[in-house]
């Protein structure tokens, strides 16, 4: 099964992330990459594991998850600020707090579905900058680093095929019938 | 125009403006948030004693503050007590108008609070003056010079009043204004003519002050307590992650 967090439905370019729950091991690589590269920027974690299991062995189900800012498309966390501190940035479609402006009223962390924006220890939100430093052709710090590929980022279009891709491997590896596009 | 009438007209204003940008900048950010799928059931407050943990903290201490700059805690604690205490006071003051006794004590406390707010917007001016490198665009300025204005004029043009109607009562409870009032008596300025424009600054700037209080940083107010009361702990953001996560399972 392919997990994606990927939502746009404006006009403008849009980076994001594509996460595979099958790849991720929950090593938690990502986490450290994402504190490393932003340094003194960030004061909590943007990026987060989440690890769940359920059931018992033999019978246990498992999922590890990475979340950071998915950087919407309709991002719920901008339509929420009451500064409009947060923004899509034009050219990317990323979405990034001006720190000036934000007055840590934390309703962005209460609009996001992600639970991405963080509360820091300056007393402003923090969330993911796509590793605003970096160019945007290159891999970000957590994609980077991740040991299975399970993170991606680029702009949507490059994430779509990747989604179709996977979807069309796992029906492969599955060999299951009759559930191709419902022909049977 | 007479000075009641460009009163009533200015308020009338002020208020009008301040409950649109109240509707365009907290009212329909909350709708907003609202109409996401679940966020009803995210924003249940599950534990009492976060809350009021939350409260404490936040809207009563404010230790936030604390933690980036204790002088500026200080300050802001100054202005919001300040501010509070004299809108209670003049609450008080607007229903005791028949109790003659209570209206001097009463009087007291509104003068005090007005100095403890203008200590506090001082407290806030000097720490700006001294990090306004790293401070510029982290405090809103021009509502803290805003709010000195609303004061400074007020308690002047209180001091005017009080040197023209020294019958009154009220003067035996002011403290800082009373003081005023005694050393402005041994001018002879047109004090009548001073005391009117005095209150059309006092009056003007206070209708600005409400006007721009959606439209600033002083929305925080309203926003920061509602908000942090909602995402109270710091259980909030792994109950959200899991909830992802666990319909992934």
């Not at chain 1, 932003?38 to 990026?47: A, C, D």
């Not at chain 1, 007055?103 to 590793?131: H, I, R, S, V, Y």
């Not at chain 2, 009438?5 to 409950?19: E, G, P, Q, S």
């Amino acid at each position: 099964m392919v997990f994606s967090l990927i939502s746009a439905e404006v006009e403008m370019p849009q980076h994001g992330f594509y996460f595979d729950k099958q790849r991720c091991v929950g090593c938690r690589a990502c986490e450290v990459a994402c504190q490393v590269w932003n340094g003194s920027n960030q004061t909590v974690k943007w990026r987060g594991v989440t690890s769940i299991l359920r059931g018992k062995y033999p019978a246990l189900a498992s999922v590890n998850v990475s979340l950071a800012c998915m950087h919407c498309g309709d991002a719920a966390c901008v339509k929420a600020c009451p500064r409009q501190a947060l923004a899509k940035e034009e050219e990317s479609g990323i979405v990034v707090v001006t720190r000036e402006k934000c007055m840590g009223c934390m309703l962005c962390l209460w609009a996001c579905p992600f639970g991405a924006p963080q509360l820091g220890t300056k007393g402003k939100m923090e969330k993911c900058n796509f590793c605003e430093e970096r160019p945007l052709g290159i891999k970000r710090a957590c994609e980077e680093i991740c040991p299975t590929q399970a993170i991606v980022s680029g702009p949507i279009e490059e994430l779509g095929k990747i989604v179709k891709k996977s979807i069309a491997e796992g029906l492969l590896d599955l060999e299951r019938e009759g559930i191709i596009l419902g022909h049977e | 125009m007479n000075t009641i009438t460009y009163l009533r007209i200015i308020i009338a204003v002020a208020i009008v403006i301040f409950v649109a940008g109240i509707y365009k900048n907290l009212i329909k950010k909350i709708s907003s948030i609202l109409k996401i799928q679940n966020s009803l059931q995210d924003t249940k407050i599950r534990d009492t004693a976060p809350l009021f943990q939350t409260i404490l903290r936040e809207a009563i201490f404010q230790l936030r503050i604390k933690d980036r700059s204790p002088i500026l805690w200080i300050g802001h604690l100054m202005i919001f007590g300040g501010f509070v205490t004299f809108f209670i006071i003049e609450f008080l003051l607007g229903i005791t108008k028949n109790f003659y006794c209570l209206r001097p004590i009463l009087k007291v406390g509104l003068d005090l609070s007005g100095g403890i707010m203008l200590v506090g917007l001082g407290i806030a001016f000097v720490h700006w003056i001294i990090y306004r490198r790293e401070e510029i665009k982290l405090i809103d300025i021009k509502s803290v010079i805003l709010l000195f204005v609303v004061v400074i004029s007020g308690l002047m043009s209180s001091s005017c009043r009080l040197l023209l109607d020294f019958e009154n009562s009220l003067p035996v409870g002011a403290l800082v204004e009373y003081s005023a009032t005694k050393i402005s008596g041994f001018f002879s300025f047109p004090w009548e003519e001073i005391h009117k424009w005095l209150y059309t600054v006092h009056i003007t700037a206070a209708a600005g002050f409400i006007a721009y209080l959606p439209f600033s940083k002083l929305i925080h107010v309203v926003a920061v307590p509602l908000g942090r009361v909602v995402t109270q702990d710091k259980g909030y953001v792994n109950r959200k992650r899991a909830k992802i996560s666990e319909s992934l399972l």
